[in-house]
């Protein structure tokens, strides 16, 4: 037998759980082998003193001091997100969401194929130019074209919506921020 092999057995070997084939195996390497002979006896000593540990009695105020060591920690640093980050994942998760519904529910939505035909000439000089290119490539892309023009309207709306809020909640927050600071 190789110390390669033996090395791994000895633990199992102290224990006792190998088979007897492999327990004769490992005995007759040991008593050839000065170097897995010394690794047997440190392992026979760590088991020895691992087995002679006392528990470990704690302060009585442990808890206490402890939870007062984390309150004068330094808070950890947030790392924000920017705005055009957020929104370029919104916008990202938008658009996969739509390709997604269009291509599971494509064939039952072709009905709205007028609708997104109105909305499309209903626009812009460019976005009629648009909507007839389009047209012409594949017959579902009405559909497709107003899922576009809906979620450009609704990413719209999200964002004026979130600019206006920020405007008019941002000097309560600071006041409110202000106060709690001033406590």
Known sequence: MRCSSCEPL??????GTLTPRDMARVAAHVRTCARCDGLLNELRVVDALL??????????????????????MPLAAVRKLSVWAVLAF????????LSGLYVVFGAQLSHLGAAGRAVATAG???????????????????????????????????VIGGVMLYRS???????????????
């Open 10 to 15: 000895l633990d199992r070997f102290i224990e």
């Open 51 to 72: 087995a002679t540990t006392a528990p470990v009695e704690l302060a009585p105020n442990f808890t206490f001091a402890v939870m007062a060591e984390t309150r004068a």
């Open 90 to 97: 919104y916008v990202i998760g938008a658009w996969i969401a």
């Open 124 to 158: 812009a000089q460019s976005l009629s130019v648009l909507s007839a290119i389009a047209q012409s490539i594949s017959p579902a892309t009405p559909l497709v074209l107003g899922s576009v023009i809906g979620v450009l309207l609704l990413d719209t709306v999200l």
């Open 169 to 183: 909640s941002r000097a309560r927050l600071a006041a409110h921020i202000n106060r709690s600071e001033a406590v």
